[in-house]
């Protein structure tokens, strides 16, 4: 096993990246398969080191610098890419300006709401990069997907036992591996089913705001999105 990281931290999350790449090379091994799961719902505000609020750093910035940081090895070998969202990711963002609370009221389930539209942005926008420089579904896709209502400490926080238990949530190992979704891309699955997400996971303007944010914290992860090759 790899060694644990911070994902709340850049800095965690590209020597988490680098870890990944040693182990793949020390092993001869493929990149078949990234699954971003790793979740925050934060009761009290917290502040990373990064200056970030903790449900966006790990919600957010850390699929998107996991994701670019892996891209070139998952392009070795036919993958797939998934984000968990979650039927609870909100309608639009509130505050473009203001992602990290310094300024407005914090509330724990907006943070949480907010992260998971954002997901599915993220996702949305990383598939459309993907077959705009000509690399076919066939290759490589992404996708995002509600993982159900699953009693993790997560949910249990937030929201108190009212999901499955975990041993029962199947729906990101399906995501993954399924052959009934081989070739999709760009989609949101909920109960295996593909649906719509929230209109602003569409918006392009809304898209290039997230893709900005991002950008400007990890000048480095976004490049490598700006050299892809067929």
């Not at 078949?32 to 919600?59: H, K, P, R, W, Y």
């Not at 090895?73 to 909100?90: D, F, N």
Request: hydrophobic share 40%; net charge negative.
């Amino acid at each position: 096993p790899l060694p644990a990281q911070d994902l709340s931290t850049v800095s965690g999350c590209t020597i988490l990246a680098r870890d990944v790449l040693a182990a793949c090379q020390d092993n001869d091994l493929q990149l078949q398969i990234l699954m971003n799961n790793a979740g925050v719902f934060a009761e009290d505000l917290s502040i990373t080191s990064d200056g970030l609020e903790s449900t966006f750093a790990v919600n957010v910035m850390a699929p998107f610098v996991l994701t670019s940081l892996l891209l070139d090895k998952l392009l070795e070998a036919k993958s797939r890419i998934v984000i968990a969202s979650s039927i609870s990711q909100s309608r639009g963002i509130h505050d473009w300006e203001d992602i990290s609370y310094t300024k407005r009221r914090y509330s724990a389930h907006s943070a949480y709401s907010e992260s998971k539209l954002l997901d599915a942005m993220l996702s949305m926008e990383f598939a459309d990069r993907l077959k705009e420089a000509g690399l076919e579904p066939n290759r490589i896709t992404c996708n995002c997907l509600d993982p159900g209502t699953v009693n993790t400490k997560m949910l249990l926080t937030g929201w108190g036992r009212i999901g499955i238990d975990v041993q029962d949530a199947l729906d990101e190992f399906w995501l993954c591996t399924s052959q009934e979704v081989e070739g999709v891309t760009g989609q949101y699955f909920v109960s295996q089913a593909s649906r719509r997400a929230a209109g602003s996971a569409y918006d392009k303007n809304e898209r290039n705001k997230l893709w900005q944010l991002l950008a400007d914290l990890v000048p480095e992860a976004a490049k490598r999105w700006e050299v892809l090759q067929p």
